[in-house]
């Protein structure tokens, strides 16, 4: 808990220094006849003749409540923009860890079970360019495909979204399906690679282990061995990584929500930089280390559920 | 006819280069009720006769050759026998009880999916069965373990799992693949006698696997030796121990430490050099020997040291006090041990003297300078010099991407940076000749070597500094008997010629009774008693080290 909250105070310093140093806050702000008394009475009505310390605070203080400021190029305060966007991001990296989620467990104990056969070099090999292809490549191939030849899916924005009050959803319109395929898709490739060789590596090595030897020299049926003894063990270390690589898919989201245009939180940020719009930089950059560090926290209680040996630690009975 | 009968059984493993034979026309019969001892070194293949019978050979290996009749019913020509037989008339016990159970599954849930597997039994039944097994192999509040994991157990429970586990189909032949190596001897007694109740009670066909020829002695009714894969001799225990007609054998028995007497050397028949000329210790030329007086070398003062679990928080209650106000002196030129099962604070106190650790409490003198005080990195080095350590496992204790001479060479260089390059070559050569060696191995890497050579190497890297006092901890339970006694006549030889300080940490009561000239015994990091060797031996005082002496197993016991 400290440590978080450590990494959420560094955070939230780098992105209030966007402020006071990379450029003059006023001059973003002000036309070019006002005058030096002006600007020096705007300086101090927005607090910026403070110690830095105090600015410090008041800067934290307002993050913690939502407030980030007002952004110079919408003209709108940035909470309202973020919440605007959030649904659009988090429906897209919440797909896309599902699809890496699924698919790359499922091929990962195909290809770790069947080592030898020629589908699972296929994966292995497809998966290989799956990572060293840039994002924006695989997204524009997509595009290309489905969008343009085949004509079966959009090529960008949301569809139709249905307004829930809170919540802007594209699930429950048809355009709102198939939009978020291919980006979904797309952003997932990265991760599913890692997740494959990841679940591929940790089954070879468990089958491996005594306690499979074991259940085998018992007579348990070679199904039991694969998907209930050997699988279990090898999802524990998956849970961490698929913690973090939701961390990285929103930041990942970026490219490819600019790749196709998806009214997210990434493609805000990607116009923020276009225009200097620091507001929603640093709004951006504190929320981002927030979600990664909330994930690990999470990952952490749920080790806790998942892992018998952290559950009750201490509690061996001698003999 | 016999339960069970291997005729002529062949194991190879097609390498890229060559087929090694890991088991070569073993014939080998065991009956109901009876215990069969396979014995041999590590590489002989007695474990590989042990995964035929089940079919569980690790690839690239293969049965060649021969058959294995269980039964009457041939487990070779029909290939799905031996998987249907798999628990339901074949059980197999594993070494390490800490890896053979499945950490994230209850023990009940392992021992439900295995009954249910074989006999047709519902859940309740399976459970209730389950439950009356694990009374049976001694775990108490069986119904309330029931829902444990694995690890919630210590290792002798759970080795009693395991067997509880490889029994619940009521198998005729249990296999035990060194089924007590991993445990304390306390535990092995337990286990060992929980299987010979097993074997009389059920009517079992048992064989057991193992390195230890005191085990055998006291467990097994006939024993099979293994040599390189070829069976070398089988008998009846007490023929073969007594009366072994091969070479071999005879080698084998006259290298295990004999528990009752204490000997000068042990007798080596076969050796793993083949340099035969006479041990020539020549590094005596370059050191300084300290004369032997009555002086204590080292002083160990009312010392403590806990280890605090504070994952959260500092809580008192989770401290493990695994040193607790120990106190003993070494004197110079004796070769002092410590013995005590795991747990017990054998290496945290070497580790300590080393100053590895720092102590929670009290205080070590080395040559009357109180090390625990010493602040300055000059003077530690100074110390250090004159303290060395040989440790257990020999794999991985020596750096796989250096060259022999630069794992030596690096304490010569640490301590003395001037010496010049012949004169560092010179030096490492008479350090390997004098752990009997040959020159050309500084040129090699550790991987070529074997076990018992590697542990040469580490004794001529802690020789390299030329110190007063060598800490060996466990250094030969990695390795096979008679390796074991080269070793420790090796460790013996260096320590008369050159007047070194020993202190020797093993949980192997016959080996500290060869070696050492006093013995201190731990038990929970509380030191029971400290006497001279024979007379712990004859008379022991404390209750603890009656009980340790009494449950050693003993290659005697066959005498009787």
């Known amino acids: 808990m400290f440590q978080s909250a450590l990494v959420m105070l560094v955070v939230a310093f780098v992105s209030f220094s966007l402020f006071n140093f990379v450029g003059d806050p006023i001059n973003n702000m002000v036309g070019e006849e006002t005058s030096d008394e002006e600007r020096a009475e705007i300086r101090e009505s927005l607090g910026l003749m403070d110690p830095i310390h105090i600015q410090f605070s008041r800067f934290v203080i307002n993050a913690s409540n939502g407030e980030f400021g007002i952004s110079y190029q919408l003209r709108r305060p940035v909470s309202e923009l973020i919440t605007e966007r959030l649904p659009a991001t988090i429906e897209l990296v919440v797909v896309s860890a599902l699809i890496a989620l699924v698919f790359g467990t499922l091929l990962g104990v195909y290809t770790g079970i069947k080592r030898k056969g020629l589908l699972s070099d296929v994966i292995l090999a497809v998966s290989l360019l799956g990572v060293s292809l840039p994002t924006f490549v695989i997204g524009i191939l997509f595009i290309y495909l489905f969008a343009v030849i085949l004509g079966i899916l959009p090529s960008f924005g949301r569809g139709e979204v249905v307004d829930l009050g809170f919540w802007t959803t594209g699930f429950l319109t048809i355009t709102g399906i198939k939009a978020i395929i291919l980006p979904s898709v797309t952003l997932s490739l990265f991760q599913m690679t890692y997740i494959i060789r990841l679940v591929r590596a940790e089954m070879m090595e468990i089958l491996q282990t005594d306690y499979i030897k074991f259940a085998r020299a018992r007579g348990i049926s070679e199904q039991s061995i694969k998907y209930k003894h050997a699988l279990k063990n090898g999802l524990i270390p998956v849970i961490t990584i698929a913690g973090i690589n939701i961390g990285t898919l929103i930041a990942f989201s970026i490219i490819t929500e600019t790749v196709f245009q998806w009214p997210g939180m990434g493609f805000l940020f990607i116009q923020a930089v276009q225009f200097v719009d620091i507001p929603i930089m640093s709004a951006y950059l504190v929320f981002i280390a927030f979600v990664f560090v909330m994930i690990n926290f999470i990952v952490d209680i749920l080790y806790y559920f998942i892992d018998p040996r952290i559950r009750v630690k201490g509690d061996t009975s001698s003999g | 006819m016999s339960f069970l009968k291997i005729h002529n059984l062949s194991v190879d493993y097609k390498m890229r280069k060559e087929t090694v034979y890991a088991a070569k026309e073993v014939n080998i019969e065991v009956n109901k009720g009876e215990i069969l001892g396979l014995v041999g070194e590590s590489g002989s293949g007695k474990s590989t006769v042990g995964n035929a019978i089940i079919d569980l050979i690790d690839e690239p290996g293969k049965i060649t050759n021969g058959s294995i009749m269980l039964g009457g019913i041939d487990l070779q ?43 047709d039994l519902s859940k309740e039944q399976a459970k209730n069965k389950s439950i009356s097994l694990l009374k049976e192999v001694g775990i108490k509040d069986a119904e309330k373990r029931f829902d444990n994991y694995p690890h919630q157990f210590s290792g002798g429970m759970r080795q009693r799992v395991v067997i509880s586990l490889a029994l619940c189909c009521e198998p005729e032949l249990l296999i035990a693949d060194e089924p007590t190596t991993a445990l304390d001897v306390s535990i092995q007694s337990q286990i060992l006698d929980l299987i010979k109740k097993l074997t009389r009670e059920r009517n079992l066909a048992v064989i057991l696997i193992t390195h230890d020829m005191g085990v055998i002695a006291e467990t097994s009714d006939r024993v099979a030796v293994m040599k390189n894969g070829n069976l070398i001799e089988i008998g009846a225990t ?102 005590g099962e795991s747990g017990s604070g054998k290496s945290t106190i070497a580790k300590m003297i080393v100053n590895l650790f720092k102590p929670s409490s009290g205080e070590i003198f080395f040559d009357d300078i109180c090390v625990t005080k010493i602040k300055k990195n000059k003077e530690l080095m100074k110390f250090r010099r004159q303290i060395q350590m040989i440790f ?122 060869q ?46």
Request: charged share 25%; net charge neutral.
């Open chain 2, 77 to 119: 020509t029909h290939t799905n026998n031996t998987v249907n037989y798999r628990g339901k008339k074949i059980g197999l016990i594993f070494q390490d009880p800490q890896t053979s159970l499945n950490p994230i599954l209850t023990i009940g849930e392992q021992l439900i999916e295995t009954i249910q597997t074989h006999l």
């Open chain 2, 238 to 339: 007490k023929k073969v121990l007594t009366d072994p007609k091969e070479i071999y054998t005879k080698s084998l028995v006259s290298s295990v430490p004999p528990t009752n007497k204490k000997i000068s050397r042990f007798v080596i028949v076969e050796k793993e050099n083949e340099l035969n000329t006479k041990h020539n210790i020549k590094i005596l030329n370059r050191w300084t020997k300290t004369e032997i007086t009555d002086q204590n070398l080292v002083q160990v003062k009312n010392l403590s040291k806990s280890f605090e679990d504070n994952f959260f928080l500092e809580n008192s209650k989770n401290s493990v006090m695994a040193v607790d106000n120990i106190s003993f002196n070494i004197k110079e030129g004796e070769i002092f041990g410590l013995v």
């Open chain 2, 392 to 513: 257990q496992d020999p794999y991985s204790s020596l750096n796989g991407r250096l060259k022999v001479k630069e794992i030596i060479s690096e304490p010569i260089k640490l301590h003395n940076p001037k010496i010049s390059k012949p004169d560092l070559d010179n030096y490492i050569f008479d350090l390997l000749e004098s752990v009997e060696l040959s020159q050309t191995s500084s040129d090699r890497y550790p991987h070529e070597f074997s076990g018992g050579q590697r542990q040469r190497i580490s004794i001529a890297r802690a020789l390299a500094t030329q110190p007063r006092l060598l800490i060996c901890d466990e250094p030969t339970s990695a390795l096979d008997v008679s390796i074991q006694a080269q070793i420790l006549n090796l460790l013996k030889d260096l320590q008369e010629e050159l007047n070194l300080t020993i202190l020797f940490i093993s949980h192997d009561l016959p080996v500290v009774r």
């Open chain 2, 515 to 560: 070696m050492c000239n006093r013995i201190g015994v731990l038990k929970e990091g509380k030191l029971c008693e400290v006497s001279n060797t024979e007379e712990l031996f004859l008379k022991p005082k404390d209750s603890y080290t009656k009980e340790l002496l009494h449950l050693m197993p003993k290659i005697e016991s066959i005498y009787k």
